[in-house]
């Protein structure tokens, strides 16, 4: 009698370990995807990608027209491609040249339809912009963008809800070559490539002194064992899981 009840009793607490731990393994698992749906749905921006061997040349564009042609040739002469986010406005009035990058292989991204400073227009404004840019992209070229890089680097809680809303990441820098104010060649090569590593967002513009600094970046970018791709593989991470 005794050892029945004795086996009574552990069978019991038994069931109740087991009936604990799987109610556990249920409640970290909902935990886990809603977090994950949590920070998805955020719209944080990306400051640097998950690659440990790519880094990226964000090529930002609402004026230098006459720079880009020479800087696809030196990217083509190196096999590189990359991600150009262009203005909408630009885009609208410069179609043949933003075919001829997106026919080069390069990723378009969305840079704002008239350069607006996002932080300080409502809700409805950004979508405008972000969508008016978009659809100027779409028009030329047939394609939906998902990369938003917002004009100065300046956003908002706001701008970066509809940037979500709308299927775009926003998208910042690792490193800035402020070649739009700074037109030195050597400086704006020291900024692109110093300690460079391996997920590095690059930002600059098509000016004459990042043409003429391009292709020692790219060299450098080489010499250093890294890769230079468009902004969309460089997020991903280079693990396979």
Wanted: glycine fraction near 8%.
């Amino acid at each position: 009698m005794v050892d029945a009840r004795r086996a009574k009793f552990f069978r019991i607490v038994l069931g109740n370990i087991i009936m604990c731990a799987t109610v556990a393994a249920l409640l970290s698992v909902t935990v886990a995807v809603g977090g994950a749906k949590s920070s998805a749905q955020s719209g944080e921006p990306y400051y640097a990608g998950k690659s440990d061997t790519k880094v990226s040349l964000m090529v930002n564009v609402y004026w230098g027209t006459e720079y880009i042609q020479p800087m696809l040739d030196i990217m083509s002469r190196y096999n590189v491609k990359t991600t150009f986010f262009v203005g909408g406005s630009w885009a609208a009035g410069n179609s043949e040249t933003l075919k001829k990058i997106h026919a080069a292989g390069h990723e378009i991204g969305n840079h704002g339809y008239y350069h607006k400073d996002h932080s300080k227009i409502d809700g409805a404004y950004n979508r405008k912009e972000i969508e008016s840019a978009h659809d100027a992209v779409k028009h030329a070229l047939g394609i939906d963008m998902t990369l938003f890089a917002p004009p100065s680097g300046a956003f908002c809680a706001q701008t970066l809800s509809v940037a979500a809303e709308l299927g775009y990441r926003t998208v910042m820098w690792t490193r800035d070559t402020i070649d739009w104010r700074d037109h030195d060649a050597n400086l704006i090569y020291k900024r692109a490539v110093k300690n460079i590593k391996g997920g590095d967002l690059i930002l600059m513009h098509p000016t004459e002194c990042t043409l003429n600094a391009l292709e020692r970046i790219i060299t450098e970018v080489f010499s250093a064992g890294l890769h230079i791709a468009p902004v969309s593989e460089v997020l991903e991470s280079d693990v396979i899981l």
